[in-house]
């Protein structure tokens, strides 16, 4: 008895032979598609959750040297709580005239409602000499701004770790926390800095 063989005009015409394949420009819609996805998403993360930032001054040595690289986490200061003492801040620079950086980096000294002076050398804050290991000894020196100085309503009072140098809240007073972009969190170049800062 003959058996008759049927074949689908599908395998008949070798379609569908390979399922992997794909048509060349559905291919290069796919891939475009994908691009522009991760590009967005890149975007997205950098303008609201993570943004690397290069460290323009060394105003913050030894706690971070120029030209270090960190990245900045956004998230907390937009939608958790405001800045805390002691915390390193990336902000707008105050007065673009005068340094031409587009960002500064310090460290939160004082919040709003404390009292900030300067006498002796040191730091006081609300009455009470500011324990600074991260200076390793400088002296503090006073700037243009009169002091003492009570931090107005929703600023902080900003000073750099690498207080010989650095030009901060002691000269262009205490800034607004809607100018502040975000928390320096972490240091990933070069290798030896790599780690978590304070």
Same mark, same amino acid.
């Given at each position: 008895?003959?058996?008759?063989?049927?074949?689908?005009?599908?395998?008949?015409?070798?379609?569908?032979?390979?399922?992997?394949?794909?048509?060349?420009?559905?291919?290069?819609?796919?891939?475009?598609?994908?691009?522009?996805?991760?590009?967005?998403?890149?975007?997205?993360?950098?303008?609201?959750?993570?943004?690397?930032?290069?460290?323009?001054?060394?105003?913050?040595?030894?706690? @971070?040297? &120029?030209?270090?690289?960190?990245?900045?986490?956004? !998230?907390?200061? =937009?939608?958790? +709580?405001?800045?805390?003492? #002691?915390?390193?801040?990336?902000?707008?620079?105050?007065?673009?005239?005068?340094?031409?950086?587009?960002?500064? @980096?310090? &460290?939160?000294?004082?919040?709003?409602?404390?009292? !900030?002076?300067? =006498?002796?050398? +040191?730091?006081?804050?609300? #009455?009470?000499?500011?324990?600074?290991?991260?200076?390793?000894?400088?002296?503090?020196?006073?700037?243009?701004?009169?002091?003492?100085?009570?931090?107005?309503?929703?600023?902080?009072?900003?000073?750099?770790?690498? +207080?010989?140098?650095?030009?901060?809240?002691?000269?262009?007073?205490?800034?607004?926390?809607?100018?502040?972009?975000?928390?320096?969190?972490?240091?990933?170049?070069?290798?030896?800095?790599?780690?978590?800062?304070?």
């Amino acid at each position: 008895m003959m058996r008759r063989r049927f074949v689908s005009s599908d395998a008949a015409q070798g379609k569908g032979s390979d399922p992997q394949s794909v048509s060349g420009p559905r291919w290069l819609l796919e891939t475009s598609f994908l691009v522009v996805l991760a590009f967005a998403l890149a975007q997205g993360t950098r303008a609201f959750a993570i943004q690397p930032f290069v460290v323009p001054t060394g105003s913050m040595v030894p706690t @971070i040297e &120029r030209r270090n690289r960190l990245l900045v986490e956004k !998230v907390t200061y =937009r939608f958790v +709580r405001p800045p805390r003492q #002691g915390e390193i801040v990336v902000f707008d620079n105050p007065d673009p005239t005068v340094r031409k950086e587009k960002f500064f @980096i310090k &460290r939160v000294i004082a919040t709003e409602g404390q009292i !900030v002076d300067i =006498r002796d050398g +040191r730091v006081w804050v609300d #009455g009470v000499a500011l324990d600074e290991p991260y200076i390793h000894g400088a002296v503090t020196d006073l700037g243009d701004v009169s002091m003492p100085v009570t931090v107005p309503a929703g600023e902080v009072w900003l000073m750099g770790d690498n +207080r010989p140098i650095s030009g901060d809240s002691r000269g262009f007073g205490p800034q607004p926390i809607s100018k502040i972009r975000g928390r320096a969190v972490w240091t990933y170049w070069p290798p030896k800095e790599f780690g978590e800062l304070n």
